[in-house]
């Protein structure tokens, strides 16, 4: 189960594109404030398993490599639970 | 450049799993209410190519594969029109 407030301490390095509280820096970039926590903590899943491809998907896995399950899944949902 | 109304008109094989305003029938999907708009465009430029994998790209491919870029730009400002 993901806490939030661990998400949140968490996503120090997701906020300069995704902004921090999940409003994207850049148009090309998906904001993630009110996202389904389910599917943020299934696309971080596949980019670090390196199954997601496309987009920005060789950045993102560099960035989730070192992420354990109980990261994702706090990150997953420190970010549905902002604001969309 | 994205017409919204046209948009609306041709996401209905769309709405089955990311509703018909965006907002997903499972928390597996993503909601695209209010998603950026160049993200959206890539997004589905990237599953029409193939170039996107992970999740459910194999379908999204093949709801993509038949739509031109005035259809991917305008799905794109329909969605992004959409309160989240």
């Not at 409003?23 to 090309?28: D, E, F, G, P, V």
């Not at 389910?38 to 989730?64: C, E």
Request: glycine share 10%; with cysteine.
């Amino acid at each position: 189960e993901g806490n939030i407030a661990n998400g949140q301490a968490k996503s120090a390095s997701c906020a300069a594109c995704h902004g921090a509280t999940g409003k994207a820096s850049n148009t090309l970039y998906p904001n993630l404030a009110g996202q389904n926590e389910a599917y943020l903590a299934l696309a971080l899943q596949d980019y670090k398993k390196g199954s997601r491809t496309g987009g920005q998907a060789g950045i993102m896995q560099a960035f989730t490599s070192a992420l354990t399950e109980q990261d994702i899944d706090d990150l997953a949902a420190y970010y549905a639970a902002q604001k969309p």
